[in-house]
């Protein structure tokens, strides 16, 4: 089993950044991926980014590209990040940490992911 908490929610001004991280644990060597989604009030839940767990590939939706990056951090490979700058009220959301044990090239809805964290709430006002 994998546990996944993620931390560095909360609120922010249009136009800002913040920055989640997400740290994994127990048997975290049979991952393959880890990614961020993201659910809106009333909306479906969305693909956001994706690392491998190597660190080899990443994948970023076009809805945020150019303002959102995922990293890992090189010492706790364990542990991933989601930079988010340019922050704007429709980024609000719960954001979710997701793991798997291979990676993917349609993310989708997260639908099929081993494992999830319990979200983080982030609000962008404007």
């Known amino acids: 089993q994998v546990q996944l908490v993620e931390s560095g929610g909360g609120l922010a001004q249009a136009g800002g950044s913040l920055r989640l991280s997400c740290a994994a644990s127990g048997r975290t060597n049979s991952l393959g991926a880890m990614a961020w989604f993201r659910q809106a009030p009333g909306k479906e839940r969305e693909f956001v980014a994706a690392i491998r767990s190597n660190g080899a590939d990443t994948n970023v939706a076009d809805s945020v590209k150019g303002r959102f990056t995922i990293s890992r951090d090189n010492a706790k490979n364990t542990v991933v990040y989601l930079q988010m700058n340019s922050l704007n009220p429709e980024d609000t959301a719960v954001y979710y940490c997701?793991?798997?044990?291979?990676?993917?090239?349609?993310w989708g809805t997260g639908f099929g992911m081993d494992y999830w964290g319990k979200g983080t709430l982030v609000t962008v006002s404007s």
């Open positions: 997701a793991a798997d044990r291979i990676w993917s090239t349609a």
